[in-house]
């Protein structure tokens, strides 16, 4: 079957709007192969025909891994990241929020292990021109344009040397007078400011970049196709006119109508060379359909902090699902003095000890930093004593499976410590120290007791 790529235009002139003319009811559909105008009824009824005829529109914007080289091809799967919001302190079971701390984690942990943040354009010229990417692409996507975006991620994507993709919702986009997400009947308990074109045009000369997500949020299933096109097709308008670049992207609302072949086809005739849904998963650079790529949604769950009862939702397992993950436990712990003593119930300001965490690894071998910190019993307001990191952390490379190992700590009480009961927390990180795979529960040999002199020997 022949290849055609196909623009809608009204009888009066070339334009990328389908606004029919109350004149004349018929409207033109032409073909940027030859050049011919075609009339119609209905463009519409054109498009659904040929939507009908490259089954599901694939054929349409060749997606096909045919025309990527593979000596060219230096990952297989490209995550694309889904964040709303960013906060301090976010509203509590508001699932669209993560908080800066969290945010900054994950940032970090990207940094270190060797991610680039890419665009949409870059992954288009990957795979309809064979352009380079790096060995470790993703794409950091933020959903409608709330402020803290610009206020709060924007800071931290700096930091690090990430590049943001927007999607704005436009009509709640305004040059001065903010607008809230009242305009989201479900998110809206949880107030939240959106962003301004002055803001927008801050991040666009820092690098990030703004992509479409129609002009009202409307669920697009549910509207006439006129109505459609024209949320679709308004939004980029009024991106490119505000900004003055050149919008590739467009975001489903509420990721619904990517699995339409009539709403995918719509919207590359509205000139988008790429789309992404919510329909969870990691994109296929070689195979996934640029008009329907799939994403991650971000929440608090995807803490850098391992959850041993749920080790799917570790950040760096959502994004490479094969990530190596140690599982580890503690054997056994033992305090001595500086005598080999290790019968002492209680311990002295300036007193010299020394801690051995004896643990185990039986998931896969990865390189290690533990660290040990003696800090206030809960509910004492007493400061730490000791904290290994991160001039006396022990690193394990690697900590094998299977291996049982010694982490062996000297301590020193200082001479202010105050009396007191403290505990021991050790903790297990990745080589970088920007995940942590382990920390100790409240055991009783993690406990230690700080006294007077004339008390403790």
Known sequence: ?????????????????????????????????????????????????????????????????????????????????????????????????????????????????????????????????????????????????YECVYSVARQLLNTYGFMATCFLSTDYIKTTKRCDNSWDADDSIWPASMMLWTEAAVMQAEGHNFEAHTLSHPFLNALHPIQAYREIAGAKAEIEKKLSTLVTCFAYPFGSGFESPFLRLLVALCGYRAAVSYDTGLASLATSDLMALPRIKITELNSVDLDPAHPEAFFMRVIDPS???????????????????????????????????????????????????????????????????????????????????????????????????????????????????????????????IEPTELAH
């Open 1 to 145: 079957m022949e290849k055609v790529s196909w623009i809608i235009v009204d009888q009066c002139k070339d334009c990328n709007y389908l606004e029919p003319q109350p004149r004349r009811k018929g409207i033109f559909a032409i073909s940027k192969e030859n050049g011919r105008y075609m009339k119609k009824t209905s463009a519409l009824e054109r498009i659904l025909s040929l939507s009908e005829r490259v089954s599901g529109a694939r054929h349409f914007w060749g997606t096909g891994s045919d025309s990527i080289p593979t000596s060219k091809r230096e990952t297989l799967y490209l995550p694309i990241l889904a964040y709303h919001k960013v906060a301090d302190a976010p509203e509590p079971y508001d699932p669209s929020w993560v908080t800066r701390q969290l945010f900054a984690g994950q940032m970090a942990a990207l940094h270190a292990y060797g991610y680039t943040s890419i665009s949409f354009r870059d992954l288009v010229h990957f795979r309809k021109d064979g352009a380079q990417l790096p060995s470790r692409p993703i794409i950091l996507t933020f959903d409608d344009g």
């Open 323 to 449: 990530f190596a993950l140690p599982s580890i436990s503690i054997d056994h712990i033992e305090i001595t003095d500086a005598w080999g003593n290790s019968s002492r119930a209680a311990f002295a300001p300036g007193d010299r000890l020394t801690v051995r965490v004896y643990a185990a690894n039986c998931g896969s071998a990865v390189n290690v930093a533990a660290s040990l910190q003696i800090s206030g019993n809960a509910g004492d307001c007493i400061p730490a004593v000791f904290d290994s990191h991160p001039h006396a952390d022990i690193y394990k490379k690697p900590f094998a499976h299977g291996a049982s190992l010694g982490f062996t700590y000297d301590v020193r009480i200082p001479e202010n410590a105050s009396a007191g009961k403290y505990r021991l927390k050790f903790s297990v990180h990745d080589a970088h120290y920007v995940l942590r795979y382990f920390i100790s529960t409240d055991r009783p040999d993690t406990l230690l007791r």
